[in-house]
T-cell receptor, first 113, second 111 residues
């Protein structure tokens, strides 16, 4: 059974600090990985893709470690507006349609002034 | 630029009542989805439609039916609501499976 796990947190981090959290997946055949952001009482929105070579977008860096089967998200110089829940998504293209897409339960991040 | 539009935003039902959640997207996407989100459970797929005229069950389909009315619209129906269906419901669409666009959600309470 596919399984994607995240530390639910909350991670309480002072403004300006660097924070990182991981998402582990159990199926080694998983092929695509993403981070979504969800603000309180809002819909999830795609934050960034995770490539084997890593992916950086401003203060955000996403990495994939296939050997250990996890993806990571690092946020540098954290802002109050980064407070949100971060969901990882793992996709296994098995021809089974949307069943191959699995969301983690999310990591709750709180940036404190 | 509406994206994915869900209605209603809030709904309170009594046990046994029925209702339909509406979803429409204007991005010409082939795939549409219905998820529910509960505290501590994350997003769970209820039903999925890869294209107009096709629907498939997801992880938690019991108690729900769906209709892919056309390429734009994908509705979710609760025939006889139960308290266990109290949740936040999200509709989503995508062209490629990777990038899902979500509606703003429906908060449903079943008393």
């Amino acid at each position: 059974r596919k399984e994607v796990e995240q530390d639910p947190g909350p991670f309480n981090v002072p403004e300006g600090a660097t924070v990182a959290f991981n998402c582990t997946y159990s199926n080694s055949a998983s092929q695509s990985f993403f981070w979504y952001r969800q603000d309180c009482r809002k819909e999830p929105k795609l934050l960034m893709s995770v490539y084997s070579s890593g992916n950086e977008d401003g203060r955000f860096t996403a990495q994939l470690n296939r050997a250990s089967q996890y993806i990571s998200l690092l946020i540098r110089d954290s802002k109050l507006s980064d407070s949100a829940t971060y969901l990882c998504v793992v996709i296994l293209y098995s021809g089974g349609g949307a069943d191959g897409l699995t969301f983690g339960k999310g990591t709750h991040l709180i940036i404190q002034p | 630029n509406a994206g994915v539009t869900q209605t209603p935003k809030f709904q309170v039902l009594k046990t046994g009542q029925s209702m339909t959640l509406q979803c429409a997207q204007d991005m010409n996407h082939n795939s549409m989805y219905w998820y529910r989100q509960d505290p501590g459970m994350g997003l769970r797929l209820i039903y999925y439609s890869a294209s107009e005229g096709t629907t498939d069950k997801g992880e938690v389909p019991n108690g729900y039916n769906v209709s892919r009315l056309n390429k734009r619209e994908f509705s979710l129906r609760l025939e006889s609501a139960a308290p266990s269906q109290t949740s936040v419901y999200f509709c989503a669409s995508s062209e490629l499976q990777e990038k899902l666009f979500f509606g703003s959600g429906t908060q449903l309470s079943v008393l």
